[in-house]
């Protein structure tokens, strides 16, 4: 009975060991690691903007809030024409970094990774026409950080 246990362990051991591997291979998203196909490649360069876009959010959010609190500051001093044109620059940079937010929000609610999962002419259009969408969003991303980083850092 104990050997017969044992054996029935082993087997339900190897049973799940092997059904591991299948799940690996097969992947739910439609992308694997290894660009098999050129959709899998161009999805890969999909994520990567996404990724570096996504990696500079906090700095973003972190300078949105800065921004803020100098026109809050800024607000408390008497009129005069330096201050108009320093409100007028933070303005401009809350909103470049506004919509630089929306733009990345507004992309991952519609993205949809598994659009003609079936069809790969159409899929390689969406993928094109998103990793153009998404090269956008990253750049507005870089460049509002980076025009925010030289005011502040004044």
């Not at 809030?65 to 409100?87: F, G, H, I, V, Y």
């Not at 929000?105 to 159409?122: G, H, Q, V, Y």
């Amino acid at each position: 009975m104990k050997q017969l246990t044992i054996l029935l362990a082993c087997c339900c051991l190897l049973a799940a060991c092997n059904d591991g591997a299948n799940e690996s291979e097969e992947r739910k998203d439609g992308f694997s690691e290894t660009a098999k196909t050129p959709e899998d490649s161009l999805y890969k360069l999909v994520m990567e903007g996404h990724d570096i876009g996504m990696a500079k959010m906090g700095k973003l959010r972190g300078l949105q809030q800065q921004a803020q609190r100098s026109l809050d500051s800024l607000n408390k001093l008497s009129s005069s024409e330096n201050k108009a044109q320093w409100q007028q620059t933070l303005m401009d940079i809350q909103e470049d970094l506004n919509y630089a937010e929306y733009s990345m929000n507004t992309w991952m609610e519609e993205f949809n990774s598994d659009s003609a999962k079936d069809n790969p002419e159409l899929r390689l259009e969406y993928l094109k026409t998103e990793q153009d969408k998404v090269e956008k969003v990253k750049n507005n991303i870089l460049s509002s950080i980076q025009r925010a980083d030289s005011i502040f850092k004044k």
